[in-house]
């Protein structure tokens, strides 16, 4: 996927959202790849109140 499509589908709540760690370096929760990779047509992000309540 190209980054301008990981970019809206991150926004439209159908890819997960990712974490800057450096100006360079965007990372991803593995968890919620994994679930992306899993049932990419029906994934939704879980914001990210819930991912906190849950240790993720």
Not at 14 to 37: D, G, I, K, Y
């Amino acid at each position: 996927m190209s980054r301008e499509t990981v970019r809206q589908r991150e926004l439209e709540g159908r890819f997960p959202r990712a974490s800057r760690l450096t100006q360079r370096c965007t990372v991803w929760s593995n968890r919620e790849l994994h679930r992306w990779m899993a049932d990419p047509l029906n994934y939704r992000a879980v914001d990210a109140a819930n991912q906190t309540a849950e240790g993720a």
